[in-house]
DNA sequence: TGCGTTACTATCTTTCCGGATAGTGCTATC
DNA sequence: GATAGCACTATCCGGAAAGATAGTAACGCA
């Protein structure tokens, strides 16, 4: 794509990724949750530094683009589990792209400040 | 990751990965790049709606990312042409695997929504 | 002289976002 | 009765980000 290879362009597509995982809070959450169903005070609590009010926002925005799901269980106090969906682990190529650039950005970012130094 | 694979996990490189491309901004002014080395008016005409003082934050943080190179010419006025590094143009496969998913992405959200209507 | 050029930057204002905190309602338990 | 539990939500406030606009310096040109 920025390489010249006149790929056939969507940017929207790659905004609407960029965004279903953009902020401080989503990958840390779906981290979380990758390690099994969870509670909402369970990932309050592995999340750190997390306010019930955000994490209520970003599980409501990662409900939305279907990436977990949510589940009411009829007890009391009323209790709600967060789950991964299959779409939300589709993510996993992805994140591993993610990944990888993101090490060797590191490593490219490290070597010239270590240069420089 | 997300699906259960125990895989060595670095979340902070995931999160560079993300900061480096996230925001209105970035990935047009790279698409604009990609085209073709630019000066700093040429890349403000093709990015609609960008103010100067965001292009300009915006090439920074490109910049010090090494995404992008910034070469200044000795004219008058003066000029400054920006170019895609060997680093930005890494982000290729990336950018694949973000295209992807977020078709993709757009399909399940579209599909869902259409059954709902 | 006046205006344009170039790639920014400064400043004031507006908008947005998140922190901090308190609150909700009904049951369960002490 | 007092307190806790649960998953949120409301509200006030301050800080961050961005919008809107003006400005910069020195050359080139009419």
Redesign the pocket.
């Known amino acids: 794509m920025l390489a010249g290879e006149g790929c056939p362009f969507n940017i929207l597509a790659m905004k609407d990724a960029l965004e279903a995982l953009e ?2 809070w989503k990958l840390l959450i779906m981290l979380s949750l990758s390690m099994g169903n969870k ?3 369970q990932i309050s609590k592995e999340v750190y530094g997390i ?4 994490l ?2 970003e ?2 925005a990662l409900e939305m683009n279907k990436l977990i799901k ?1 589940e009411v269980f009829d007890t ?5 589990e967060y789950s991964i969906t299959p779409h939300g682990k589709s993510l996993d190529k992805l994140l591993h792209e993610l990944y990888n650039w993101g090490q060797e950005h590191r490593n490219i970012i490290m070597e010239k400040d270590k240069i420089a130094s």
């Open positions: 902020g401080r509670r909402f005070k306010t019930d009010k955000m209520s926002k599980l409501k949510r009391f106090p009323p209790t709600v």
